[in-house]
């Protein structure tokens, strides 16, 4: 058998889409619905009950009412441990298959129901790792969804052993934001002469030389390793996702003129070994206007239409960001990560499809959230290399238990080895020889 029967007294949005995400996304297996008892009962299905009692021996899963519900509410998680980890959503019925309500679990962390709620922001404006609940719970390394979901499975199996669920893969998809091609190079005349200043001002005798050589001999711009970026990706056999900043220079934007022809030279090569995305700029969050200009002039640039996207400085706000990015027909977006921690900020390591809280309604708009910044273990957990290898390693192993999809997020600047970087490159090569093991 290759379905399930879903039987619940009220089949909202948020019911078909947690279940959808459950079964068809997660488990692979069909999964259909119905309020009506007699048909439920007169299935030959292997068959689910979804809420607050129990109608017949089927398999039972007490509902604590989030899936039923409309709106943002306050909501008491009465989170309690439950086989080595963390759950929230209790229920208290014996005949139930699980102690919490775990659709409802599932539905709060993807969905990002907390985000919806009133919360302190950053100075970028960002919800932060620390206010998240499972960064409380201390399962914020977990991707909870996917572990609750083979919780599920394995309760139908006891009831259902001839159930067939197709085996999902492990998969690794490396990332890269492309905030600043070049770090001397190609800045035009004023930007490198004010960089020079300020070098001299601060004594900086080896960025001094360096830049010098960079923009007056055949030296390598540090930051310039795209050739390398290459060479992981014919080795692993790896199709990366590069996200481009291509709006105007500014306080936050310190990418090349989106004119310069040896930039715009390098990213059409590197459409030709990757998925190009929009790095939408600093404050296209607050300026509507910014996204289309940035993502047309980027799709004129490489001739190809750019539909997947990844904020700068991860300023996501839900669900305005993704309203906006929807509206420029961007379908994919790989911003679902938080900035000062590693882990999964929605608790699963699976693409899904972004559920709006304010219109009750699940979208196209595929979200694929990413596990490890090298930014986040390197700025702001000022981890070593081999500290940082550590952590990378038992991300990769969460997803790979779950078979799940591991995405890093990277920066050419922390490939070059050098200055703060120094030691970062086999961090890096390190995380690939594991991924692609």
């Known amino acids: 058998m290759d379905e399930i029967l879903i039987y619940s007294p009220k089949l909202t949005s948020r019911v078909r889409y947690t279940f959808r995400l459950v079964f068809k996304e997660l488990l692979r297996i069909k999964v259909s619905f119905t309020s009506v008892v007699d048909e439920f009962q007169s299935s030959d299905l292997p068959k689910i009950i979804y809420g607050e009692k129990q109608i017949s021996d089927d398999i039972f899963f007490k509902s604590s009412g989030l899936l039923f519900e409309k709106g943002v509410n306050d909501i008491d998680l009465e989170p309690f441990d439950y086989e080595g980890m963390r759950v929230i959503f209790p229920v208290y019925d014996k005949f139930s298959a699980l102690p919490f309500d775990v659709f409802s679990a599932i539905f709060y962390f993807v969905a990002r129901y907390e985000e ?113 970026q290459i060479s992981y990706q014919k080795k692993y056999g790896l199709r990366p996702v590069y996200f481009i900043l291509f709006g105007r220079y500014g306080q936050f934007n310190k990418n090349i003129n989106t004119r310069n022809k040896t930039f715009r030279f390098l990213i059409k090569m590197l459409s030709d070994y990757a998925r190009i995305g929009i790095h939408p700029s600093y404050y296209s969050v607050e300026d509507d206007s910014l996204l289309p200009l940035e993502k047309k002039n980027l799709e004129n640039a490489i001739n190809k239409n750019v539909n997947c996207s990844r904020q700068h400085f991860l300023r996501l706000n839900l669900p305005s960001t993704y309203r906006h990015l929807i509206n420029n027909d961007i379908t994919d977006d790989y911003s679902m990560g938080f900035a000062a921690q590693p882990g999964f900020r929605a608790g699963i390591c699976s693409s899904y499809n972004f559920y709006d809280i304010d219109f009750e309604a699940e979208t196209n708009f595929r979200i694929h959230p990413f596990a490890v910044m090298d930014g986040t273990l390197k700025d702001y957990l000022d981890m070593t290399p081999a500290d940082a290898i550590t952590k990378i390693n038992q991300l990769i192993e969460e997803v790979r238990r779950v078979n799940g999809t591991f995405i890093s997020l990277w920066h050419n600047e922390s490939l070059s080895d050098k200055k703060r970087w120094s030691g970062w490159r086999r961090v890096y090569e390190q995380l690939l020889e594991k991924a692609v093991d």
Request: aromatic share 16%.
């Open 116 to 228: 919806y709620q009133p919360y302190k922001v950053d100075k970028h404006g960002r919800f932060t790792a620390h206010l998240s609940t499972a960064y409380k719970l201390g399962i914020l390394e977990k991707p909870v969804a996917n572990i609750w979901s083979i919780m599920v499975k394995q309760v139908l199996l006891e009831k259902y052993p001839e159930i067939k669920f197709k085996q999902l893969q492990f998969k690794f998809v490396p990332t890269y934001d492309i905030d600043s091609a070049y770090s001397y190079a190609q800045k035009g005349l004023i930007r490198s002469i004010g960089g020079l200043i300020l070098s001299i001002k601060r004594f900086e005798w080896q960025d001094i030389l360096e830049r010098l050589q960079v923009l007056f001999t055949r030296h390598k711009d540090p930051f310039d390793t795209f050739d390398l």
